[in-house]
């Protein structure tokens, strides 16, 4: 291994004083030097890495030596060049706090096994020798060679090289990386296949003598010399000897295919997988180490039990997570300390740390004691509960592993206080030693948080003893002298690196701060205590005459003096273990969280979202925040949307509570009365106060906040992991007729034919048939099976009917994806009844099924591989087909690749919680349910989708269970036994896996001569075959059986034919004769083995049940619970208006009215009134001609769903029929009132009231801290923000939008407002009118006039408002179904791709187009652009050739127009333009027809000069007669004047040359000739 470019920091494990063992004296190769030269080399950086200029300086000062700082690199990661490995790090200037944040993040970070990256930034280093692998293991690694942890792992251990001298990689591992990736060819010619086809692998081995590297392989031996394989013919090609596999492929992908050394260890090291790849620990079995004995392995167990039994079992969470409080729907305290008193009972201990035993000495994993173990944890546990006691143990061992870290930390600085008392007492002067009480105090620990609170109190008062630790190392390193002489201070520096606190420390406060009457640590007894345990003890002499005596220096006067003490003491107080610990508490319980919307929450926060309940919570107290409430508000602390405050002290305006620093104060307070005492008590409660609000509150506010996240995260991974379960828990589906599986032309099993549908009718309709094993047997395709066509419909249907005549399934999937599927399953159920009835088949049933797991599957990559020359609709179809015929096993097919379990809709807050911790849940939940129902691995031999179950056995993994298949090689095992004998399988994986794996000897007992145990086919295990076949023999109470001592199996093959006869066993005295044997209590498992001859294998999951009516509704539809609810606003177009006939008893009863107006009779039904008999109105009902009386109108949502809006809810006022308020093909706005999901239908209201919510029935559920004043308040503000100062008073109207100013002032106001935005003003066409004036775009606005009736006064507001020819009742109608309507095409237009901010400017189009054109002459280019000559128009500019062409669009309520048609979306406008671009356009006219017109025209003027020659004729004639000119000869004259002339639109004006205007003359009139314009 070359390391010339290369360096590598020093195994952390080196005592600090340790000369590297290469540097012998005695050495004297030339090799042994370079070695040498290297390993001091390592010291020296990993001292480097550890120090900062500062250090340098001090270094320099004292030694005289200018040492260079070297490249930051950390250990196991090489630098990539010389220079970077020689350049500096930054961070010179950086404080000693951070140097001792650094030492605490090896103590207590998150990860210990975590690396970083070469070129990653420090915020400081470690200091040498105190980090976390500097503190553990160091004796054990003193004696190791330097070499052996050149290359470490995660872990930080050294690893073995997988490569021999010549880098040639093992054999196994490369047939590993062939058989996962699929890759048949070479290694050297990786670009290339062979041309025979069959890719051989040639590896070549050559003994490289000059190879420096002796590294070991991975299993400790050297593989034996191979035989050069022999060359098959392939592409010539260069190539190079011994190519690795790490060469081939990219490391990630040799991590994902389990290919790496470790998987490797995994594989080969016979202890359960997942044991192995615990995240922060593995699970290491207790052994006695450093000579401990069972008592002390005993006490280690107790203590861990009793540890997690407080921390896991009894400690309450702050927030409530309680399923009983959350189901009881109410925010009251009392509910909640009541459901959170539910707690375990201390009789759990012992059932705890038997478990903890069966983990960590018998190295049983939990699916294994789950099933076999049951006596040693139930009653008092549950499953859930062993799974929580393995993670607990994992946080326990890292507790103590962090404690002895501290530990160890402490005891070199009290071996350093020890060196530097013995060298010169006065060193020791100001230093507090490190006592026996501050080990026991570590000792104690029961928390992470605790114990970071104890490494900080003694870095506080140690850290710079930790500081001069380092400067000696480094001097001492440098062979300078060890121990300056303290005499010499002028060639001494000390660190300059100081904090207030050591400020303070270094003028000498410290003398004041001992008289403040008590230490940290007595008050941190009294707060723990919540009495005053020690008395104050009082100073005699003043505050001012005591810090008169330590004025000078940094504190020049008494008031400086006393702050800095205050500050000094506060600063120990904070730092005091007890101090937080009792502070913390407090907080968590006291604390109460206040929220408040932003500027940009109060505009988007919906109505009905979660934040709108809760945006002006004020004062909750954190307990009472339920589920994931907290994580909502966290949600939407990040995304801008509301502020949160937590808070803990908050004063009463009553003054009845009293706070937390009050009631401290008491335990900090000299009871006296005197000047003296209260003066000193002043200070005293000044320094209590700092402590609290300037140091502890902010920490612990942050510090709560992640608990709550924490803690909502949990609640959100146990919803993501039981939706889970409610998958996977469902048996295969069961057809309502039997399976008959010795149907010799058929496959056992279910056989299923599966369908995938699109909502494209286009597309053809997969069926895929799947035999009972899951695999394709055959497949078609109907291309018109949903076709409109009856005929083309007819031939596909009976396609189909042939081929389920030919296949006989017994169940069909139907993909439920899209509304099309409904269509298909009515086809597929007709073409079934038919079969059924001609052919008397078995019945079929057509089912629905979920296709999200399907979704995943028909792109991932493991379909690529094993379905490839299937597309994705077929392998879409055979998910959904293998989901029918068992979830279980589609799920943990899914489950293969972790990512695409992930990738599951599981709950919307799903990608905000740790994705390890999720997968993790995940994983449980499909290990219990795998273990619960069992594998039969002969299956999984066989197929494919059938293997993946393997992994999530017990003791197994995907390694382990991906070795056993290749092992297997296709073939198939016929005991239990096998899996040790055949596959490898260690003892103790083979104890925890193999009464999971199943031997279905049923399949081959015909063609074996093996003797096969039919309890391998059960759930017993195998070391209780003995105790099964006793209760079989007892049972049958047969003397020949019984005294057939040579096969006792035969009692096993008799008893499960007849089982009822083990009712009669007395298992309870079996099980006190196994105890009095030494095998303890396993009456359980003797039950349990009852129970499984009578049925083995029985299913034990939850029967198959379809889809519910909501699921299917939400599958089919693509709605959640989220895009449609209940309250929610949408708009829908009027399809119809429903009628409801009168029947013929309603008809006979009717009783006819006359309007006493008109003297018409009038239909009580369809409110006819034009009929002026009675007669005429019976006549009416007797020929059907009544419609009935409307009941409301049918309405077609954007998302397609149908609607109903009842008469009722049309208006708020009384509508009589529905053709008053609305007519067919008008776009409505409306309110969601009800989802029937049955019918695919919602039922909606239109009246103003529910559309404005002004009851607020239509809002979200409030917080029971809602602060309703604060909410008013802030919509006062913003109505008063938005008050109009313009002295306009002519109007008196009451609405938030209404402003009395006039049109530049309502341009300059919407100037500051958003897109969208409308503001009301009075009208200059007078008191009748109003103009409400819109923001279209920045700098556009438009002026829409509204017209007033039934007016009351001249001042106020007309009852009914017009917009051109529509009714409105107010004005939040018009805002709601005109103005905002219209806003948001505009926002869809200026967010769509192709939108310019060229505002109308035609030239800038003409260039843009130009240039795109150029770019792509084959495409069209266009934009769109706001229009400010014409504003609420926009400009569609489109080159289709040469020249630019420009049209106008109109943005309306109901849609865009273009071309005379309106449009209800823009991507319908476009692909309306882009499909008749090439028309004529509207209005234009174009310049083939200009001659035609000039033809007419000179007509025209022909015709014109003769009827004035006529008319001049017959004025004279009048003149002569004295007839005036009267009415019908000036008509005559006009008529003359009007002949039919083209008049262009501006989108012709603004058109292209090609498209040109007739001249006409001059006063002519102007009309559209249909022939050659359509009118817009």
Known sequence: MEDSESEVASSPGSPAGEEPAAQNADSDSSEDEVIGNRQKRKHVESLDEDLDDDDYDLIQSNTGINWKKRKNVRRAHFADSDEEAQSGSEGGDESEKEDKDNIAKDLFGDDDDEEEEVDQPKAAAPAPGFSIGDLEDSSEEEDEDDMGGFIVDEDGKPVRSNRDQDGVVRDHRLMEAESIFGLDFDPAEFDQFNSDGEGALEEEEEDDEGSDSDLSFIDGERPQERSKPKKRKRIPVKKTAGQAVTDMYEPSELERSHLTDRDAVIRLTDVPERFQLRTGLPVVPLSGEDGDDDGAMDRELNEEAAWIFSKAFSMKTVSSQD??????GTNTYD????????????????????????????????????????????????????????????????????????????????????NMARRDERLMENVITIDDDDFHRVIGVQSTEELKDIYQHFMLYHGREVVDMQNERAVRLRGEETFPDPDKNSGLKRAQKRTQYTVCRDAGLTGMAEKFGLTPSQIGANMANSYQRYETQQCTVEPNELAAEYTGG????????????????????????????ATREAYYSKAKLTVRPTKKG??????????????????KPVVTLKGDQFLHIWKGVEDGLISMKLN????????????????????????????????????RFEALRVALERYLYPMFEEELKLVLLKEAQDHVVQQCALQLRSWVEIAPFQPEAAINDDDPNFSPGLRVLATSVVSDRSKPVTFVMLDGNGEVTDFIRLGFILDRNETRKERDCESLKKFILRCRPLAIAVDASCREAMNLADTVKACVAQLEQEHQLVTITTEFVDCDVARLYESSKRADVHHREYNELLRHAISLGRRLQDPLAEFCYLASDDDELLCLKLHIFQNDVPKEELLWALQVE????????????????????????????GGLGPRKGSDIIKKSKGGRIENRSQLITSLGMGPKVFLNCAGFVRINTSEFEENTSEYLDPLDNSRIHPETYEWARKMAVDALEDDDVVGDEGDPSAAIEEILESPERLKDLDLDAFAVELERQGFGNRQTTLYDIRDELFGMYKERRLPYRGLTAEEKFRLLTGESKETLVEGKLLTGTVVTITRRRPTREMLDQANPERAEETGLWRCPFCLVDTFTDLSEVWSHFDDNSCVGQASGVRVRLDNGLMGFVPIKNLSDSHVRTPEERVKIGMVVHCRIVRVNYERFAVDLTCRSSDLSNKDGQFSGQRDGYYDETAADTDKAKEKKAVKPKSAYVDRVIVHPSFHNISYKQAEKKLEQLDQGDAIIRPSSKGSDHLTISWKVDEGVFSHIDVLERDKTHHFTLGKSLWIESEEFEDLDEILARHIQPMAGYVRDIMSYKYFSKESGNKTA????????????????????????????????????????????CTVTPNGLRYRSKVHSSLDAMLAYFKKHYKDPVPGAVHVHRHQHLQQQQQQHQHHQQAQQQQVQ?????????????????????????????????PTAQAAAPQWQMPVLPQGAAMFTHPQYYTST
């Open 323 to 328: 399923p009983a409080a959350e189901s009881a």
């Open 335 to 418: 509910l909640y300390q009541s459901s959170r008193t539910k707690r375990k009972s201390e009789d759990a201990i012992p059932k705890i740390r038997e478990v903890l035993h069966l983990i960590r000495k018998d190295m049983f994993e939990v699916p294994f004691i789950a099933q076999y173990r049951k006596e040693f944890y139930e009653p008092q546990l549950s499953v859930e509960d062993l799974w929580k006691i393995y993670l607990w143990d994992e946080k326990y061992c890292q507790l103590e592993k962090r404690k002895r870290n501290l530990q160890r930390l402490m005891e070199n600085t009290q071996r350093h206080q020890f």
């Open 554 to 581: 940094a504190f020049p006067e008494v008031d400086s003096v006393l702050r800095g003490v205050c500050q000094m003491v506060a600063t120990e107080i904070a730092h005091e273990p007890q101090v937080r610990q």
């Open 602 to 619: 109060r505009k988007e926060i919906e109505e009905l979202s979660t934040l709108s309940g809760v945006c002006y919570v004020t004062n």
């Open 648 to 683: 803990m002290d908050i004063e009463d305006p009553s003054g009845m509570s009293q706070t937390y620093l009050n009631e401290v104060r008491q335990l900090y307070w000299k009871d006296d009365y005197s000047t003296l005492a209260q003066n000193w008590n002043a200070l």
């Open 926 to 953: 499909m290990i219990n349910r795998v273990n619960e129902v069992g594998v039969d691995i002969n299956k999984a031999f066989k197929h494919t989708h059938w293997s993946s179950l393997l992994q999530f056995v």
């Open 1405 to 1448: 189009l003409d260039a843009l187009l130009s240039s795109e054109k150029r770019q792509q002459k084959a495409r069209i280019p266009y934009y769109l652009s706001t229009s400010k000559d014409f504003p609420g128009k926009f400009i569609l500019s489109y080159m289709p050739r040469v020249k630019a062409i420009h049209e106008y």
């Open 1513 to 1545: 004729q017959q004025q004279q004639q009048q003149q002569q007669l004295h007839i005036p000119t009267n009415m019908a000869m000036a008509a005559a004259q006009a008529a003359a004047a009007a002949w039919p002339q083209a008049q262009a639109m």
